[in-house]
């Protein structure tokens, strides 16, 4: 299996790298590919150092899969030249998860669709990812009508610009700035760049995805993003109305049950999630979990990941599992 990972030196590619190692993802060459600024950079896989290459090179070699985590612009340019050779493409970008002859997948819920034709696959935003995570059990059950999500995103969602800019205003230097305002102590309701609606990209992100990944237009979903200065993960506060009424101990049990999802809810010992112990682990944390006391069939809860690893590298690397343990690359 020749693998390519583009974006290798970016802040979603370090943890690709780690995710890939750790899961032991059966690779027999591997490429590292990113932008012409680091050609010839040395990184290293399982100790091993490895020569990041360009892009052309990269096509050249005609590798079996390439999991992208480089942007939009480069996933838009160079997927289907990747397509073209035979490799079938991961894509973490936002440029294709809408695409009516693109997949998008959360292996835990949709993998099934899946088939060796489909040459570029989406993964999901980071945000969708984790709240669809939770919601897959509940709206299999109860039937979901309307979810509002309020974001609370960490600045490791937008790279490594925007982590620099953070460390930077907590050591006093001035520097480079991600943001158009500082982010340390502060909040921005502002992630992605904003639309004609109003809205901005992310929040409409978190709107259509989830109707595509659970192939269902039936319920609709309202959202704010914002960022704050965390770094370990994305925590969102979730209320969902559901058409059918629920019982909340059998909620708990349902969420409990979703492989990928662990419930940390005890209001008497304090247990609820948070970033800092979301980071670095692979499972979408649920707590908060409590009924809506104005409205009928109506649940809040609060639902903590790291957005680098379930909202990105983990759920990419599950997806090339699938196709390989599938025979579909
Ligand atoms: N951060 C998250 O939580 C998250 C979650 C889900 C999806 N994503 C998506 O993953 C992608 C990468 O995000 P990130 O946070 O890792 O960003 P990042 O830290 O800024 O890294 C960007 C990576 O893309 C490479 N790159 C940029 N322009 C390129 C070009 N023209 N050709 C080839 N490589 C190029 C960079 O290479 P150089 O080092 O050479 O510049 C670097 O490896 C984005 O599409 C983002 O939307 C991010």
């Known amino acids: 299996m020749k693998v390519a990972v583009v974006g290798a030196t970016g802040m979603v590619g370090e943890v690709m790298l780690k995710v890939l190692a750790e899961r032991n993802f059966p690779i027999t060459e591997l490429l590292l590919v990113a932008s012409e600024r680091s050609v010839g950079k040395k990184l290293k896989y399982k100790g091993v150092e490895h020569t990041v290459i360009g892009l052309s090179d990269a096509v050249a070699a005609k590798p079996d899969v390439a999991i992208f985590s480089a942007g939009g612009d480069t996933s838009t340019e160079w997927a289907p030249k990747f397509a073209a050779v035979g490799t079938t493409v991961v894509d973490n970008s936002s440029a294709w998860r809408m695409d009516p002859t693109k997949k998008l997948i959360v ?86 760049v904003f639309l004609e609606n109003g809205y901005t990209k992310e929040e409409m992100k978190l709107a259509q995805e989830p109707q595509k990944i659970f192939n269902d237009r039936t319920f609709s979903v309202s959202a704010t993003a914002v960022r704050i200065p965390t770094a370990g993960g994305h925590s969102e506060s979730v209320n969902v109305e559901f058409l059918n009424d629920f019982d ?82």
């Open 107 to 192: 292996p835990e819920i949709n993998a099934n669709e899946l088939t060796a034709e489909d040459k570029i696959i989406a993964n999901p935003n980071c945000s969708t990812i984790q709240m669809v995570m939770a919601l897959a059990p509940l709206h299999n059950k109860y039937k979901m009508k309307r979810v509002v999500v309020s974001t609370y995103q960490s600045v490791s969602g937008t790279g490594v610009k925007a982590v620099q800019q953070l460390e930077n205003e907590i050591a006093g230097i001035k520097g480079e700035m991600a943001y158009p305002y500082p982010i340390g102590r502060n909040a921005l309701p502002h992630c992605d």
């Open 248 to 329: 909340l101990n059998e909620v708990r049990q349902l969420l409990n049950n979703t492989p990928g999802v662990t419930v940390q809810d005890n209001p008497d010992t304090n247990t609820y999630p948070m970033p800092i112990y979301a980071h670095d682990k692979d499972e979408v944390f649920v707590g908060r979990i409590r009924r809506d006391e104005t409205q009928r069939n109506t649940l809040n809860m609060w639902i903590v990941a790291d957005n680098l690893r379930k909202g990105a590298a983990t759920n990419a690397v599950q997806i090339a599992e699938y196709l390989v343990e599938n025979k579909l690359v």
